[in-house]
């Protein structure tokens, strides 16, 4: 697993079971070939650590809305700064701040929050929760002078040196026609294990052609559609829908974020979910 090209990693920092998974492949005669999906619980970080992919998109935040950013970091401009605060405040801090931010924006979003989800403002419900971030920073951090993150090092998919995206499978479903609402949508509370493994398995098996309309090729090797359709969570489809994505991405088939203007000053605070488009 070493020296890797092209991965998604669907990050948690939970207690056992830690639902950490990691996909990977890569471009081979014109198409993604998805050469595994594996499973890493708490030992993700770790395997980051060894051998950063060339690209790498990771479904998890990297980012606050930026006035819960100014809160953590009070002369903030950069993302990378939440990152290291984040790592060294100490977390009965980050619980005030958290909570007292929460209670005065009900349900806040950062921009790219609001974008993906479709909401008319940053104020639609999603309480935030920093205990991910910090995970997510603590993987990070001790990789800043080996990785590029965008937008907080980079707002191109051009790496001189390994590059880190935010992804977001839920959103990867909606954008390409593909069934989420029983995990991911509002369905996600009541519906059967049943129906969840059903339309599980219909996104395997559509993925393939839900690239087509892009220009894209998907090769999904039967292993790793199995490895899919048998985990109960879901967790590994989301770490191969977050590979899909940043292949995608590096095939030009995303938004950059914002280079002017208040949008982009956020940006470089909240972080930027790179979704498939363009």
Not at 51 to 62: C, E, T
Not at 85 to 97: G, M, R, Y
Request: include cysteine; hydrophobic fraction near 45%; glycine fraction near 8%.
């Amino acid at each position: 697993m070493l020296d890797l090209d092209l991965a998604g990693l669907r990050f948690s920092s939970s207690k056992p079971p830690n639902p950490s998974w990691l996909a990977w492949g890569s471009e081979r005669g014109g198409t993604l070939v998805i050469d595994a999906v594996e499973y890493l619980g708490a030992t993700a970080p770790e395997r980051i650590a060894k051998s950063p992919p060339r690209v790498l998109g990771i479904d998890a935040p990297f980012g606050v809305p930026l006035g819960l950013a100014k809160r953590i970091a009070p002369l903030v401009t950069h993302g990378s700064q939440v990152l290291e605060a984040i790592v060294v405040t100490p977390p009965s801090q980050l619980d005030l701040a958290w909570a007292s931010f929460s209670a005065e924006h009900p349900g806040a979003l950062r921009l790219t929050d609001a974008i993906t989800h479709g909401a008319p403002s940053i104020t639609a419900p999603r309480p935030p929760s920093w205990r991910t971030l910090r995970g997510v920073a603590q993987m990070l951090w001790p990789l800043r002078d080996r990785v590029s993150i965008v937008p907080f090092d980079a707002l191109e998919i051009t790496p001189g040196r390994p590059l880190v995206l935010e992804v977001l499978p839920a959103a990867t479903l909606r954008l390409l026609g593909l069934p989420y609402v029983r995990r991911h949508g509002p369905e996600a509370a009541t519906a059967s294990t049943a129906d969840v493994t059903e339309e599980r398995l219909r996104c395997v098996a559509k993925l393939p052609e839900s690239v087509a309309p892009l220009g894209a090729r998907i090769e999904l090797p039967a292993h790793v559609a199995n490895a899919c359709a048998q985990d109960a969570g879901g967790d590994a489809l989301d770490a191969v829908l977050a590979l899909v994505s940043t292949y995608l991405a590096t095939r030009g088939h995303w938004t950059p974020p914002p280079m002017t203007g208040h949008a982009a000053t956020r940006a470089l605070v909240e972080g930027w979910i790179v979704r498939p488009g363009g």
